[in-house]
């Protein structure tokens, strides 16, 4: 059967022309399968949150603890905007005008994580809940815990970017990669809005 | 080829093998208890309900596997390669709207069929109204053993489970509720009715109107550890005078024999009344079962062994002889201690 | 041998045979462990499931040895605990979720024309994440004191129902050994199918547009995208059991207001759709396998391709079918016995799907049509079985029976293993260059399927006489002692079978008859490759311009696209 193969390249030319067909980016694909496994963990937490919101039999309630953290979302919130910002940049090749947006995204961030590690010393030494007070305690800590993580793994991976930045080595063509992390950091952004709902708003 | 034509010869012989056995099994299809406790000898309505339910959908799914298969069958014989040197292609034939719709078709159509019938029958057993004349008892489940609470009756039953006769004419159903005290657990009496699990911190409901009297056996049928196959389950179908008897006793007091004083010591200071109740008495422990009527029982930890003295006084000596792993430990009696404490339960009727 | 595609000016010559010095040793073995090529990772992945395989049927054969009959003392209650629980995650995880990606990783770029997967380094970690996670998982025979120092292999079940999986009624680490190898195996899973999605959609050569992808390479990626959705659930659950049991937790803590019955919803939202992760790489077999023997292109491309995507969402809806004894309200179990039902049309219709297929064709039944065909027969009466499970009220009678064991080892045994065994009968020679034996398969296929219908066709029967599930042992006078002791022979037939397959592949590794490039005049790409093929796959990019692009070839007066 080995002439099959010399005859496949002629018997392409004999066809009708195939249009040119596009496949998506291999790395956007993946990004985007890594969000849809990502979602389900996020979903059984948050279903998890809010089946056992009221059935705390004793302890801290959410309504006597959890204080909005209103500066704290905004921030996060916010480094969407800039992140989009910085992705705007390099793909016109202003790789400084990138760095910087993509140094406040960073920044905004770190001031998210570090507010949420306020809040929890807040809730632990003062008010006295931790993950095994009581049921409100066990999945307050790890629906919220759960995101932080992702926070933290998307800190890392823009520390990286932007060590990267800062010693000359991201140019234009890294576009493409970089709106490949700005994707997962929007998911990571998004996944706050529905917990910050679920927690601090249907919750209370 | 031989080899095809086995294939089908095999496969028919041993349709057949499976439907003798089937049907050969006497105890498949007996009336009233059985000690083979089959889905297909129901003796009560929730059982027989599903019996029937059950038979209807055997016709129908024994219709289609019998085209589907006979299908496959056909096509085996009938388009196989015949003659090796044979290297001519077939027709390509790539599907037909028709067809393809026609079979998506038909099974939605038995899918309706079946969901509706099925739906309904949900209905009538779970929800069905609960008349004036039931019996109410509370099923708790334990790591590896049962207990049955009539609360209107003021009775505390173990392993073994009386109810009275039901009949169309005198409707007398007993409706349980389930609880666990551990893990979860499953009540399953095959006879009577499908199982329903018990489960902590989460309230169930069963009910059965036996219309045999007898002994039925069932067993706990969601694994709960270790000793989850010594989990048995006895339900004995009494007369109306057989139940009022076995009310009558159960409500006494334990039995008070002086003669047994020595082995009453024993069981009091042997750490026994920790985990059981003796009424009367001191012993008010709860992890284990009430032993005040242990003698009414025809078995010991829950179905593990017969009630006779001997393996009584062996299960005090050693539960792991016929329960390795149940959480009763050995106390390391001495003989003279074993017969003394085996004596004084031996009286409590 | 030599490269027989399409020779391009200064292609490698062969290269001289080695000669096995302890350095050429090494070298080979250093090969393999940094491989990131996706033929060896596909080997890799195929030799741990077969060897898990063995393992997990020894287990069943010791299960089946103490259940011969009644009141037996050949192993005690806490081993036989051990080794269900262990054969149940052992054959899930270990062997089914391995064979997934043993195949796709092997068949996937050479049927779309790719050199290799879209992450071939990703692919590697994926596997050798999933390779530690069963070390792990069998680490615990031996690992740890317990309280009985006989070890702490998980002996909750493969399902690990709360709260029995909580400290309180399982001391020990039996239960952690359990969650983290299998967060451990979930990340590999991930990453490979991940892979398997970006590669399928990114790779594809010119002209391979998504309605011309073979089907193997469409069920595979909906396998894949299932997983994504399915594992993380279990992981959810499991970091959860371990919040509980270590960090004092109280999710399925019912004292504290937590609920046991969350744990089951949350494992099955992830077991029932894993089933169908399971099963769909079947069909990808049996799609590819049943048209090359039955000489005629696969009927209906288009149905069999919606049915897969069909069945993949339904599969997420069903899950509480597991859960009908639980307590949940009527309206509950109808809605659930609905979605059930509902999955299985598009289930059913593959079937006709492929009795169609073979329908007017010219079938020859080499050793992975044989096993096929016995799919086709035990599917049809697994999912009939399934319908019945499906009825609620009959489910209350025969859930956690051992009608449910014959139901699903119907599926994963009469279904997936028989593909498997086709798969592997069919692709050998493109893995290895040689033919396996016609004639031990046809003592393999046999020895096997008499065994397994004596098992399983045998062992609804206890189910419907009242015996339950996960018990060491069982009363004399039950009337199941008979039927236990017949089932637990056709155990052993089946052993039998297994060895005689084992055989075949280590005998035919080295002296079966060498296949060359397509052996059984197949249609696919990646018989276009050599046997086995180069590291690069094709020296040239293919061009392809229907489903079938070898029959093309081998027809050019009647070429598919015309009929596209």
Known sequence: ?204 | MLAKCFRCVNCAARSLCVLAVFLASHTLFAEGPSSTPSIFAPASTPASSIYELSLFVLAITGGIFVTVAGLIAYVIFRFRQRGQDDVSEPAQIYGSTQVELAWTVIPVLIVVVLFLTTARMIFAIQDAPKPKSALDVTVVGHQFWWEFNYPKLGIRAVNELHVPLSSPQDPKPTFLTLLSADVMHSFWVPQLSGKIDLIPNHVNNLWIDPQHPGLYVGQCGQFCGVQHAKMLLRVYVDTPEQFAAWVKNQQQQAVSDDRVAEGRHVFETQACMNCHTVTGTAATGRFGPDLTHLMSRDTLASGATTNTPENLREWTRNPDTYKPGSLMPAMQLSDQQLDQVTAYLATLR | ?564
């Not at chain 1, 994707?183 to 708003?201: E, G, N, P, R, S």
Request: with cysteine.
């Open chain 3, 1 to 564: 041998m030599a490269d027989s595609t399409y020779p391009m000016p200064g292609s490698l010559a062969e290269a001289p045979r080695q000669r096995w010095s302890q350095a050429a040793i090494l070298e080979w073995l250093h090969s393999w462990v940094t491989t990131v090529d996706h033929k060896k990772l596909g080997i890799l992945y195929m030799l741990y499931s077969i060897f898990f395989l063995l393992v997990g049927g020894v287990e069943a054969i010791l299960i089946r040895i103490q259940l011969m009959q009644p009141n037996l003392h050949f192993i005690s209650p806490q081993v036989f605990n051990r080794l269900f629980t262990m054969h149940g995650t052992t054959m899930v995880f270990l062997v089914g979720m391995t064979y997934i990606f043993g195949f796709a990783n092997y068949l996937i770029p050479l049927m779309i024309g790719a050199r290799d997967m879209a992450f071939p380094r990703l692919n590697a970690l994926s596997f050798w994440l999933t390779f530690f996670g069963g070390l792990l998982l069998y680490y615990s025979f031996i690992g740890g004191g317990g309280l009985y120092g006989q070890g702490n292999a998980p002996d909750v079940g493969w399902w690990a129902y709360a709260p029995l999986t909580s400290r309180a009624f399982t001391p020990g680490h039996s239960t952690d050994y359990w969650a983290l190898s299998l967060i451990v195996t979930g990340f590999g899973t991930i990453g490979a199918s991940v892979n398997v999605v970006a590669t399928a959609l990114c790779m594809r050569c010119k002209g391979m547009t998504l309605m011309r992808l073979p089907l193997f390479v469409w069920l595979n990626v909906v396998t894949s995208a299932l997983a994504l959705i399915t594992i993380t659930p279990l992981t959810a659950a499991q970091i959860m059991l371990l919040i509980d049991r270590y960090l004092g937790g109280h999710f399925f803590d019912t004292q504290a207001g937590g609920s046991a019955v969350v744990w089951a919803h949350f494992f099955w939202i992830f077991g029932h759709p894993e089933v169908y992760v399971l099963v769909l790489p079947a069909f990808a077999i049996a799609n590819e396998v049943i048209p090359v023997f039955s000489r005629k292109a696969i009927f209906g491309y288009p149905a069999m391709a919606a049915a897969s995507v069909a069945i993949a969402f339904v599969s997420l809806g069903v899950w509480a079918h597991h859960m009908f004894t639980i307590g949940m309200t009527s309206v509950g179990n109808a809605f659930f016995v609905l979605s059930t039902m509902l999955v299985g049309i598009p289930t059913g219709i593959k079937i006709f799907n492929w009795v169609a297929t073979m329908w007017g064709g010219k079938i020859r039944f080499a050793t992975p049509m044989l096993f096929c065909t016995g799919f086709l027969v035990q599917f049809l009466l697994a999912g009939l079985t399934g319908i019945m499970l499906s009825v609620a009220p009959w489910d209350w009678q025969l859930h956690n029976s051992y009608f449910v064991i014959a139901h699903f080892h119907y599926v994963l045994v009469g279904g997936i293993v028989f593909c498997i065994f086709a798969g592997i009968y069919y692709w050998y020679p493109k893995v290895t260059g040689r033919l396996l034996n016609e004639t031990l398969g046809k003592w393999h296929f046999w020895l096997f399927v008499i065994g397994f219908h004596i098992t399983f066709d045998l062992m609804h029967i206890p189910g419907l006489l009242g015996m339950p599930r996960s018990i060491y042992t069982y009363e004399a006078n039950r009337g199941w002692g008979t039927l236990n002791m017949i089932i637990s022979i056709g155990g052993l037939i089946q052993a039998v079978a297994v060895l005689v397959f084992a055989v075949n592949l280590v005998w035919s590794y080295f002296k079966g008859k060498e296949a060359g490039n397509d052996p059984w005049d197949a249609w696919t790409l990646e018989w276009a490759a050599a046997s086995p093929p180069p590291a690069y796959n094709f020296a040239t990019d293919p061009v392809v311009t229907s489903r079938r692009p070898l029959w093309d070839l081998k027809h050019p007066e009647d070429p598919d696209w015309k009929y596209e």
């Open chain 1, 1 to 204: 059967m080995s002439e099959g193969v010399e005859a496949m390249s002629t018997i392409a030319l004999v066809q009708e022309p195939e249009h040119a067909f596009t496949q998506p980016s291999k790395g956007r694909v993946a990004m985007f399968c890594v969000i849809i496994a990502e979602s389900a963990i996020f979903t059984i937490f948050v279903v998890a949150y809010i089946y056992n919101i009221g059935k705390s039999l004793y302890g801290p309630t959410p309504r006597q603890v959890l204080e909005i953290p209103i500066f704290n979302s905004i921030c996060l919130l916010s480094s969407s905007l800039t992140i989009w910002l910085s992705e705007h940049a390099i793909e016109r090749g202003k790789v400084k005008s990138f760095g910087l947006w993509w140094g406040l995204t960073f920044v905004l961030g770190a001031i998210f994580l570090a507010g949420t590690g306020v809040e929890w010393h807040k809730l632990i030494y003062e008010d006295g809940l931790t993950i095994s007070t009581n049921l409100f305690g066990t999945t307050f800590y790890s629906l919220v815990g759960l995101h932080a993580s992702h926070v933290v793994i998307g800190l890392i991976a823009l520390l990286t970017v932007l060590l990267f930045t800062v010693t000359g080595h991201v140019r234009q063509e890294h576009a493409e990669r970089i709106q490949i992390l700005a994707l997962y950091w929007h998911f990571v952004d998004a996944v706050w809005i529905i917990v910050f709902t679920v927690v601090y708003i249907l919750g209370r």
